[in-house]
């Protein structure tokens, strides 16, 4: 019990740093911002139903609020290490998985309250500029997509835990997180569609025996965390810039309320299991990572 305790007590101490800090709240207000307009432009032009708005959203989301992710976890443990008070904690009666768990713990708390902040801006907003009511059935896929988007954004925040273990530097750590967002979310559709067009020795814009070009696009697309959460959510196989959609599914979505959930869930479960699963193995890979670590040499 006292081991459970020190978990939560560390923590309640992350999600207090992280939700006082200027850093978290600047943000916090400038993605609010940014959804709420979109959300209101999305509305007003939805009619009676707010579904067709939230493709607008999910974009949104789906390039920018990583970043959110990133910036809870980028110095989590290498903040510590900078300030000497890593190897201060150990020697109270707290062990190295106490500290990692708790510190993880915390960011994943305070990234549910991101993603709580998020939905709520985005409904209440598009409510209110379409008239639209809430019903059940617009419920049930709300909560769905709340959870997936939440799954998404843990892989981004798992990643960079890892980097704050591995970098021992917070400065470089937020460096290298920043580029694996930018390749991920924004402009990776222009480097797949870049990749595979060479590998093909074929040009995107033709439109002639093009078979071969489109299924290396799709095959490299599944390599982003972005994808799989499009197809969830939108149904097409990427939201990123200057990319070509070379996958489309039937169901549009978890939106899309012409196909039952259960029809979503076959066309979608293996990618619900990698947004599952991805995080879970960056967090033990990073768990494993800080166990194994030599920090009195590090802080020497």
């Keep these: 019990m006292e081991k459970y305790r020190n978990v939560f007590v560390i923590a309640q101490k992350e999600f207090a740093d992280n939700v006082w800090s200027p850093r978290f709240i600047i943000l916090i207000v400038a993605f609010t911002t940014v959804i709420f307009s979109i ?13 067709r708005g939230f493709l607008d959203v999910s974009q949104v989301i789906s390039l920018f609020l990583p970043f959110m992710g990133i910036a809870l976890g980028f110095d989590a443990i290498s903040k510590e290490r900078e300030a000497g008070s890593l190897n201060v904690l150990l020697t109270h009666p707290i062990y190295r998985d106490n500290i990692i ?6 960011a994943m708390i305070t990234l549910a309250l991101v993603v709580l902040i998020s939905i709520v801006t985005v409904v209440g907003t598009m409510l209110v500029a379409s008239g639209a009511e809430l019903s059940s059935l617009m419920l ?34 937020l460096v290298y997180n920043i580029a694996i967002w930018l390749v991920l979310c924004i402009v990776f559709g222009m480097i797949v569609t870049t990749a595979a067009s060479i590998m093909a020795g ?14 290396l696009n799709a095959d490299i697309q599944k390599l982003s965390p972005a994808h799989h959460y499009a197809m969830m959510v939108s149904g097409v196989s990427g939201l990123s810039w200057l990319g070509v959609l070379s996958e489309r599914s039937n169901v549009r ?41 030599d920090i009195s040499k590090d802080m020497g």
Aim: hydrophobic share 50%.
């Design 202 to 215: 074929h040009k995107p814009t033709d439109l002639d025996d093009n078979d071969y070009f489109l299924e």
């Design 39 to 51: 959300s209101y432009r999305a509305g007003i032009g939805a009619g009676d139903t707010i579904f």
């Design 253 to 293: 979505g978890i939106f899309d309320t012409e196909h039952t959930l259960k029809q979503w869930w076959n066309e979608f479960w293996i990618n619900v299991i990698i947004l599952v699963i991805a995080p879970v193995f960056l967090g033990i890979i990073a768990f494993i990572t800080f166990l194994r670590q």
């Design 101 to 106: 768990a708790g510190k993880t713990l915390g």
């Design 140 to 173: 049930n896929r709300l909560v769905i997509f709340a959870i997936l988007t939440y799954l998404y954004l843990s892989i981004f925040l798992a990643l960079s835990i890892l980097s704050s273990i591995v970098t021992k530097n917070a400065t470089k750590s």
